[in-house]
């Protein structure tokens, strides 16, 4: 361990004589300093900064910002971008019809110079570099991909991750991939060139442009903009007073912009969340999924009088939707007179929304495997295909003839002909027009759930998330469930188990299981792929007694029943799958 740790320190010296940061350069140094002295804490920061590279794959880069190659840091991104740079040379050509490739980055700590890094080795690679004009969501970079015909994009991004975190995020362009997040074998191909990239400072192996990029304009916003309002229809009413937030991220001006341009106006922003802070000051984590990130939304909107909450994270690819509670209907779950809508219940309503409004046939509403099977019934109902894709935008967007994809955690996909990702801004756009409509005739969103219910039965999902400090207790949980899964789950024999590793219903493999019992409960089971957690997504249905005709008491009954199952459901499966206390 002393040999390791001397030859630890030894690289991080030569690191730091290399650095061309010079606030991760000081960092680093004061880090040496400690660990010289024998300092436990600083010791174990080098092992994990050092400890190999930050691995490259489906979702890019991401991690902590810091000194070392297990960090997010210039050096790391220089060598990313030359890597992508000589894995779109040998895709596309060479320099005489160079590759374009097309950046933006988000208002973290460090994204606007990871940016201007990436275009300097771009452009100093001898392809074409374009650059978006200022701190913007992640939809616009997609959008940018496609709109500019590039061959690929970078966005600078942590998304929703804490403040001490970062990331980037790789697109590519072209016949096949049109905008969507790289898949394999790409990651793999790109990794490897990342890996085979030299020293970054030295000119002659990495080459830095002091200029040559594109400076994109405004016109490319407005034009996203454009697109996004136009997700909301001609027509129809606007009446609807709506407290939006942005959790200090990018988002917020042009989630109004948007809005207005489609004819809601009644906006209310937070203002201790609206503009853009890399600290998130006012959220222990700024992810709206999180307990707690909506505290502020839901007091204005208590103050103000709102008919709706709408929340986009950080890079505004995701939203999250609080409607007002019913009073005599609904029970207050203590959030004095409000509801956060799950995942699952707005990529059900977004897409009856759209099937309601009319798709051209053969249009398809593709959700991820881990997401809930109501919307396979409403594309039923109206006609339209549906689809399952494995878990992310990177495989929803691919689809074939998607008309509209999304994920439990807050990811919905409304205009894939133009932004080929999850799209938090047409997102907000689609959810408000809805229920304008919804409040024109004395409704709201949660009534538009109850008619989803009786027509399809009561679809009820919740998660359950196991986290491990052992890696292998996760490996081995996942050996036991295939070799021996529960026989039964909240009082109904398992009828179905697949293993999703050998690939299903045309998915390419991957490490999760499928659970279904005779009454309709499903149950999907996968490693996270970025924490030490085991991941458990269960879903029950429960028949709303006199269907379409059953009036709020048998929709209420039914959602009671809907909770005790899924309770049962969630504690069998604890016991399954057996994790050591």
């Known amino acids: 361990m002393a040999d390791a740790r001397t030859a630890r320190r030894d690289e991080a010296r030569a690191w730091a004589d290399a650095d061309p940061d010079p606030a991760t350069t000081a960092a680093l140094r004061d880090l040496l300093e400690r660990a010289d002295a024998g300092e436990e ?6 092992d994990d900064a050092f400890a190999g590279p930050l691995a490259f794959g489906t979702a890019g880069l991401r991690g902590r910002l810091g000194p070392g190659p297990n960090r997010m840091n210039r050096v790391v991104v220089r060598r990313a971008a030359a890597g992508l740079s000589r894995y779109l040379l040998d895709r596309e050509g060479g320099p005489e019809s160079p590759p374009h490739v097309v950046v933006g980055y988000d208002a973290r700590h460090g994204s606007r110079q990871f940016a201007l890094d990436t275009v300097a080795v771009v452009v100093g690679a001898g392809l074409r570099a374009s650059l978006l004009p200022r701190p913007l969501p992640t939809p616009v970079l997609a959008f940018a991909v496609r709109h500019l015909g590039a061959d690929a994009g970078v966005m600078v991004t942590a998304s929703h991750n804490p403040p001490q975190d970062n990331g980037y995020k790789v697109y590519l362009g072209g016949p096949g991939e049109e905008g969507a997040q790289i898949v394999p074998p790409a990651d793999a191909e790109i990794a490897a060139r990342i890996a085979a990239v030299g020293d970054v400072t030295d000119p002659a192996q990495v080459p830095m442009a002091d200029a040559g990029w594109e400076a994109l304009g405004d016109d ?7 697109g996004a309002a136009a997700v909301a229809g001609r027509t129809g009413p606007r009446d609807l007073r709506v407290v939006l937030t942005p959790l200090h991220g990018v988002g917020g001006p042009l989630v109004e912009r948007a809005l207005r341009a489609a004819g809601l106006t009644d906006l209310h922003t ?10 998130f000051p006012t959220t222990a984590f700024p992810n709206p999924e999180e307990e707690g990130a909506l505290d502020l939304a839901l007091a204005l909107a208590r103050e103000v009088g709102a008919d709706l909450v709408v929340a986009n994270d950080p890079d505004a690819d995701r939203c999250a939707v609080a409607a007002p509670l019913r009073p005599g209907v609904d029970d207050d779950p203590g959030d004095a007179g409000w509801r956060q809508l799950t995942g699952d219940e707005v990529g059900a309503l977004l897409g009856h929304h759209l099937a309601e409004r009319g798709l051209p046939p053969g249009s398809v509403l593709a959700r991820s495997v ?3 099977d109501l919307l396979a019934r409403v594309a039923e109902a109206h006609g339209l295909e549906s689809a399952v894709a494995l878990t992310g935008f990177k495989w929803i967007s691919r689809v074939p003839g998607l008309a509209y994809g999304y994920e439990e955690a807050l990811g919905y996909c409304a205009d894939p002909a133009a932004v080929r990702d999850k799209d938090g801004i047409s997102a907000a756009v689609l959810v408000t027009e809805l229920a304008a409509a919804e409040r024109a005739r004395g409704r709201g969103l949660l009534d538009v759930l109850d008619d989803l219910a009786r027509a399809h039965g009561l679809h009820a999902t919740a998660p359950l998330t196991l986290r491990v400090s052992d890696l292998t207790l996760i490996s081995d949980a996942m050996a036991r469930l295939r070799a021996e899964p529960p026989a039964a789950l909240a009082g109904s024999d398992v009828v179905e188990v697949v293993d999703l590793s050998a690939g299903d219903g045309g998915l390419p493999p991957t490490d999760g299981l499928v ?17 030490p957690k085991l991941k458990c997504y269960c879903e029950v249905v429960v028949p709303v007694e006199g269907g379409e005709k059953a009036d709020g008491d048998a929709v209420a009954a039914a959602r009671r029943e809907a909770g005790r199952r ?3 459901v ?12």
């Open 515 to 531: 659970l279904r019992t005779a009454d309709g409960a499903r149950v999907v089971v996968r490693p996270s792929g970025t924490e």
């Open 41 to 46: 804490e600083a010791l174990a920061e080098l």
């Open 570 to 581: 969630r504690a069998g499966l604890r016991d399954a799958i057996a994790l050591p206390a």
């Open 370 to 372: 881990v997401s809930s």
């Open 270 to 279: 937070v203002p201790e969340q609206a503009e853009p802070d890399p600290d």
């Open 220 to 226: 490319l916003v407005d034009a996203y903009v454009e």
């Open 566 to 568: 899924l309770d049962a």
